[in-house]
């Protein structure tokens, strides 16, 4: 979804601002906060999806999906968030992705979170 947004030029400021800053693992971090706090818009975009083959009738929707990400990857990685956030990263990018071995790096995340 942001992908096309941006390869259509039609992209918010925030969406090009994530795209250049965020790697794999920072998503992968940022997912199980990102499925939670962002449910509601990723709900919608899901369902306008659903009702619309054209593929421009969601934009909207899916700028908001790219918004929510953004502010919640800002949020990680901002005190007192940013140290558990860098290292959860971390652990997941030097297991190669393998995020059972980073569990207790997410918990403390988590912990901080709520």
Do not use: W
Request: glycine share 4%; charged share 20%.
């Amino acid at each position: 979804r942001a992908v096309l947004a941006l390869c259509q030029g039609r992209t918010s400021s925030s969406a090009r601002t994530m795209a250049s800053m965020v790697n794999s693992p920072a998503l992968l971090a940022a997912a199980c906060v990102i499925g939670k706090d962002c449910a509601a818009v990723n709900k919608a975009f899901y369902i306008c999806k659903k009702h619309n083959s054209d593929p421009e009738a969601c934009l909207s929707q899916g700028a908001d999906v790219t918004t929510c990400a953004h502010d919640i990857v800002q949020t990680l990685s901002s005190p007192p968030m940013a140290d558990a956030y860098m290292a959860y990263q971390k652990c997941i990018s030097g297991n190669h992705g393998e995020l059972y071995k980073c569990n207790k790096l997410k918990e403390a995340l988590l912990a901080l979170k709520n």
